[in-house]
Nanobody, 125 residues
Framework: QVQLVESGGGLVQAGGSLRLSCAASGRTFSYSNMGWFRQAPGKEREFVAAIKGSGLNTYYKESVKGRFTISRDSAKNTVYLQMNSLKPEDTAVYYC??????????????????WGQGTQVTVSS
């Protein structure tokens, strides 16, 4: 069983930065792909970023490339999402997810086994 707890969300002005953290319990963290997804009001959940279990491969939604960076610290069982140059359209609830099967399609929400409760990110204009 894996439990995920996100933190770091909040209210920020456009152009600002936030760093989200996702603390994972369980020894399978190092062998899991980790992903960040987000869901805005009235919209479907969408992929934001993912990192493979090895930490060597990362994937990003096109609109966040160059602004967001995903990373992981296996010693702390934590994955991070550094978000810079935030825009109002980044406003959403952000969810952390874990995939123990290490799918080759880390951009698909259906590939993930475990989800956190979400953290709200609000970007004001």
């Amino acid at each position: 069983q894996v439990q995920l707890v996100e933190s770091g969300g909040g209210l920020v002005q456009a152009g600002g930065s936030l760093r989200l953290s996702c603390a994972a319990s369980g020894r399978t963290f190092s062998y899991s792909n980790m992903g960040w997804f987000r869901q805005a009001p009235g919209k479907e959940r969408e992929f934001v970023a993912a990192i493979k279990g090895s930490g060597l491969n990362t994937y990003y939604k096109e609109s966040v490339k160059g602004r967001f960076t995903i990373s992981r610290d296996s010693a702390k069982n934590t994955v991070y999402l550094q978000m810079n140059s935030l825009k109002p359209e980044d406003t959403a609830v952000y969810y952390c997810a874990a995939d123990r099967q290490m799918s080759n399609r880390p951009y698909l929400a259906s590939e993930y086994d475990y989800w956190g409760q979400g953290t709200q990110v609000t970007v004001s204009s």
